[in-house]
């Protein structure tokens, strides 16, 4: 057997849960004490290698070595931005290409954002992922895992990772049941709490309210970037099936179920969706919801043609809905010249390296 063969054989750790570790453990000839300890090794030291559980034999980690692994995810591609975003390009273990950002602030919050899917099949017009069309779902380990290595490097250098949102590569609410198992494993293992953690959809109305049914805190995020059912079917052809009624009316449940404020982000593009007109409609549909506007100006992708608002324009836009009683916010767009803005994470190999 190859190296690489022999690699696949062995068992990712992260994949396991306590009582599966417990398991793997006791079969490899271990006391079942070793399990506790190497539980936390993985999440409370975060280590990266088994030579790193100090207090564990030599012949135990060698068993690990031989039979185990701490992830699958390979490392293609670092990036960082002139702001100090992160970009990092995953190739999962079918070859499968993933994008990652972290981006740190200035309150010292250090935020994951992570991807559900290998491209996505939403078909966004002006996002890029949304462009590349869709290439398959992750299961929950692989979206936990993204999460699990910046919090490990992070804890490296006396940090922590304090939010992850779902706002990567994929449409989470397309991969639901594997979404939320990733977000289980945030809370329960790296101890991310729930309102840390927010899912943004584009808007499958179902699952808005599976979601609300969950009993979770976690925060949610619907993209809707327009008002009139034409317009945002052309920029957004999941409004064909859920349009902006049905939306709303499972956006109305999330709240009155949950008490949760939902953010409902708005890519604020010069010319199409920034009058102080469509501020209007949009404070009239959102009147009265517990709600927040994110206003973010348009991060452009090679094959969509808008262009970002102006800020003068998203001024007055802000103003407009505050006279709706809808309160909202400017996101600074971040990581834009290493193309890891919200909307842009795309990833395509040519001559085998991954096209940056």
């Known amino acids: ?35 506790q300890q190497i539980w936390e090794w993985m999440y ?6 088994f030579d790193s559980m100090t207090n564990l034999p030599r012949a ?20 960082q931005s002139r702001d100090g975003t992160e970009k990092r390009i995953f190739r999962l273990s079918d070859g499968q290409l993933i994008e ?10 250090m935020t994951a954002c992570i991807s559900s899917q290998a491209g996505c099949a939403m078909g966004c017009v002006f996002c890029a992922t949304g462009q590349m069309g869709f290439g398959r779902n992750l299961t929950g380990g692989e979206i936990f895992e993204q999460a699990m290595i910046f919090a490990r490097e992070l804890a490296a250098r006396g940090e922590r990772l304090s939010n992850v949102v779902f706002m990567g590569m994929g449409e989470p609410f397309h991969n639901y049941d594997a979404s939320l198992d990733a977000v289980r494993r945030l809370m329960t293992r ?30 949610l995020a619907v993209s809707l970037h327009q008002t009139d059912d034409s317009r945002r079917s052309e920029l957004m052809p999941i409004n064909k099936r859920w349009a902006i009624n049905e939306l709303m009316e499972a956006c109305r449940y999330y709240a009155e179920k949950t008490n949760r404020r939902i953010t409902f982000e708005w890519a604020s593009i010069a010319g199409e969706n920034d009058t102080v007109e469509e501020a209007h409609r949009l404070g009239r549909l959102l009147a009265g919801l517990l709600c927040h506007v994110n206003i973010i100006p348009l991060n452009p992708t090679g094959r969509y043609g808008g262009a970002p ?24 767009r971040r990581g834009i010249d290493i ?16 096209g940056l």
């Open 44 to 49: 409370s030291q975060r280590v990266e290698r």
């Open 100 to 109: 990652s950002v972290l981006m740190p602030y200035a309150d010292a919050r």
């Open 190 to 219: 790296l101890g991310i709490g729930a309102r840390h953690i927010t899912v943004s959809t584009v808007g499958l109305a179902p699952q808005i309210r599976r979601f609300a049914d969950e009993g979770l805190q976690v925060n």
């Open 1 to 35: 057997m190859d190296s690489g063969a022999a690699n696949e054989a062995k068992v990712n750790l992260y994949r396991l849960n306590r009582e599966q570790l417990d398991d793997f453990v006791t079969g490899l000839g271990e006391a079942g004490f070793r399990t």
């Open 309 to 332: 608002a102006q800020a003068a324009s998203i001024k007055s836009f802000s103003r407009a809905l505050q006279g709706h009683g809808v309160s909202s916010s400017v996101r600074v």
């Open 339 to 354: 193309d890891a803005g919200c909307g842009q994470l795309i990833t395509a190999v040519s001559n085998g390296a991954p």
């Open 60 to 79: 135990t980690i060698g068993k690990l070595k031989a039979k185990a692994k701490l992830g699958n995810l390979e490392l293609v591609a670092n990036q």
